[in-house]
């Protein structure tokens, strides 16, 4: 069992370590210095495409916001994601000049293989992004967009979220004949675990094992990062963590703060920098304890933790996320739980 785990403590360990090597597979003969190419698809299956709607649960639902502000931002197509647990109900206006992509690691959970086979019966094109070749989900699918992430143990999703990520920006280059090459190698370079970031983190993580709970919080696409940071650590530590946009916190959450309140901010340098500082220093004044992640140090704020300078927005997004993963697990195991089969969670929901 422990060979196995190569040698790390939990199976989730080894896959965020992998992330590196996993990303590099994901993109490998897709991110081209001509640009991207899909095996899988080809220009004509997105011909009269006019809106695009993504349907997932949990992890995957994640990787589909992030997806929403890349696509709308650079291939000007206006995208939707929803919860496959509710669209499936809502009765949704489904329009033949959408596309219908569902996200899921497993190709099994029976919410979003539902939405999939309704888009379907509504005559909408459909595209899969998953990890599992032959599952449900990529039987149901027109075309499939497989994320090589290799199998993953641990139930709380890092690697196949990583790859789920990356395929979504790539599409969104594909999508809008926009070549990110150099950016895309660069953000996964910076998944590859520093050994004396993660000691460090190992060190920060008893402090934030107390408290009455977290906000994750971020803007653009930081929010969507921050609501799965916020899911990893509620899923493997039991602790509540909500994940908020950083501008919206105003408008409530705040009355939270306290000395006991813990918030994990995701700074980035290149978007909306200023305005994001400015929603931490109203936290800092209201006494609550701040974990600020970024390139751009800031003094005022309980921690920190440095990462790469870069102009590209993605790739301090892939070392933050790797940063929110190390940190959910080191306060997890630091509790003593068992990380990798956390209570009440399976890594395939196959039932409603
Ligand atoms: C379960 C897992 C999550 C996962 C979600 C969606 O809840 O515990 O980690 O994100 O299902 O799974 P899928 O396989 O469709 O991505």
Not at 9 to 23: A, D, H, P, S, T
Not at 105 to 113: I, K
Not at 122 to 140: F, M, Q, Y
């Amino acid at each position: 069992e422990s060979a196995k785990k190569g040698g790390f403590r939990f199976y989730m360990e080894k896959e965020i370590y992998e992330q590196f090597e996993v990303l590099k597979e994901n993109t490998l003969g897709r991110n081209t210095k001509e640009g991207i190419k899909f095996e899988e698809v080809d220009k004509k299956f997105f011909e009269g495409i006019n809106n695009i709607i993504i349907s997932a649960c949990g992890t995957s639902y994640h990787a589909g916001l992030v997806g929403k502000y890349l696509i709308e931002r650079d291939a000007k197509i206006r995208v939707n994601v929803e919860v496959a647990s509710e669209l499936r109900y809502r009765e949704p206006l489904l329009s033949q000049d959408t596309l219908f992509i569902v996200i899921s690691q497993s190709g099994e959970t029976a919410d979003t293989l539902e939405t999939l086979k309704m888009a379907k019966k509504a005559g909408l094109k459909t595209l899969a992004l998953c990890n599992v070749d032959n599952s449900s989900i990529v039987r149901e699918a027109d075309k499939t967009i497989l994320l090589r992430a290799g199998i993953e143990k641990g139930v709380a999703s890092t690697k196949a979220f990583a790859t789920q990520v990356m395929t979504l920006w790539m599409l969104s280059n594909y999508l809008a004949n926009k070549n990110e090459y150099y950016a895309i190698n660069e953000a996964i370079e910076v998944t590859k675990v520093d050994t004396s970031l993660h000691e460090k983190i190992k060190r920060l993580s008893k402090r934030y094992t107390k408290g009455h709970g977290f906000f994750y919080i971020g803007r653009d696409i930081f929010f969507p990062l921050a609501l799965e940071g916020a899911l990893k650590l509620k899923e493997i530590s039991y602790i509540h963590a909500e994940g908020y946009p950083a501008g919206e916190m105003k408008h409530g959450p705040i009355a939270l703060a306290d000395p006991d309140l813990y918030v994990v901010a995701l700074l980035s340098k290149n978007i909306l920098f200023d305005k994001t500082k400015s929603n931490i220093e109203e936290l800092v004044a209201r006494d609550a304890t701040v974990l600020t992640i970024s390139s751009e140090y800031i003094e005022m704020t309980d921690d920190f933790i440095r990462i790469n300078e870069t102009n590209h927005p993605m790739v301090e997004f892939f070392e933050m996320m790797v940063i929110t993963q190390l940190l959910a697990m080191e306060v997890a195991i630091r509790m003593g739980n068992d990380v990798d089969m956390p209570r009440n969670l399976a890594k395939s929901v196959t039932v409603e």
